[in-house]
């Protein structure tokens, strides 16, 4: 019989101070006593103390569990505030390798809720029908509605991984090769796009996309929505995701466009703590040892963070701002001279979704406080100030010289 992991709930070894970032402190140095930052740092705090028996080897997607991540506390919250409000417009990883962004990023599938997916190739909603009728929907979901059928079923929300090497077919869809040899009929297959519509869509070493693949994701982003063409044929996709990206910054660094695109941006740099890192090690040790027995040993930690997820998505639309948060942040936003409107949107967001998570109704200056770094870095540019500030002396010289030149014409007989 396999052995179970020895697992205790206590504090650390080795380390009485919690790896939390200075913004997410009170005034007096302690840590913020919020519901959703208790439960990251005391889950944490299980320590394993033997590995598990040897894994039996049976093939099987085991991602590493979300709650047994160690440290990296702006991350975590980062993702999870993400997953309650798609509003806040994804994360951004930023640091280098080695540092837990992919085992976090995929950690999150377990926390993910139910939602109604279609089952139609072309993503058809019971509401498209609702709002346009039968020309909302293709032919087969508009009959299947008329007979009451259902066109959704009820999934997890997924996380969509795009690999790096994927060709640009790959991510919007094309030809359906094997049909079309097999069976001599031509169809349009779903791209990755379509199928992370309503879903996460992940993108890791996200620098290193190709040019024509970041302006697929960035097009598909704006509108929510993107069309293929191959010839006579075309077809137009839902493509609602949120998105989460991971890079190392000494690979190079993003097109400003699809900078843009990430809401939070989170600096993910090793721990300090020897304690916790020797903690990263036993973990690791043991879930490569045993994935199952491990996953198994933090049930009850990703069962109680996933009912909060939950609750706080049923939460968010009744969560409000404080009038002192909204004047807070727009001065905020004001004061670093940020000129995206995308800046105050994301923070407001991500405040609410915080509050959410805390099971309040209402975000404060705190929630503010909490989310703001994790908005606004990044978002500043010299460049445009520059280039504002260039535009504005040349537009005083137009208006000197208008002034000039209108005196001149009035003073002629």
Known sequence: MEDEADLTNGEPTGSDEPDIPAHLL?????????????LLETRSAKRVLSIPGEDMGLAEHLPYPFMGLVGQLEMRTALLLAVVNPNVGGVLLIGPRGTGKTTAARGLSSLLPLIPHSTCMYGCMPEDYEVEGPDGVCD??????ERGESITRMAPVQLIELPLNARLEDVIGGINERAAI???????????????????????????????????????????????????????????????????????????????RFGLRVMVAGLEDPAQRMQVYERMRAFRANPRMFIRSFEEEMYLARQD????????????ISPEAELLGLRLVQELSIHSHRAEFTMFEAARAYAALDARDCATVEDLRTVAPMALRMRRSRFIDEFFAKQQGEDEEIGRLFERLKDEIADRP
Do not use: W
């Open 140 to 145: 087969e979901c508009a009959a299947k509605l």
């Open 26 to 38: 009170e005034g007096d140095g302690q840590p913020r006593t919020s519901m959703l930052l208790r």
């Open 182 to 260: 097999q069976h001599n009929r031509v169809r349009l297959d779903r791209g990755i796009l379509s199928r992370a519509d309503r879903n996460i869509l992940y993108i890791d070493e996200v620098n290193l996309l190709g040019d024509e693949i970041v302006d697929a994701i960035l097009d598909a982003a704006a509108q929510g929505q993107y069309t293929v063409r191959r010839g006579p044929m075309r077809a137009t996709y839902r493509s609602r995701f949120a998105l989460i990206g991971s890079m190392n910054p000494e690979e190079g660094f993003l097109r400003p466009q699809i900078l843009d």
């Open 309 to 320: 997820v939950i609750a706080a998505r049923d939460r968010l639309d009744s969560v409000t």
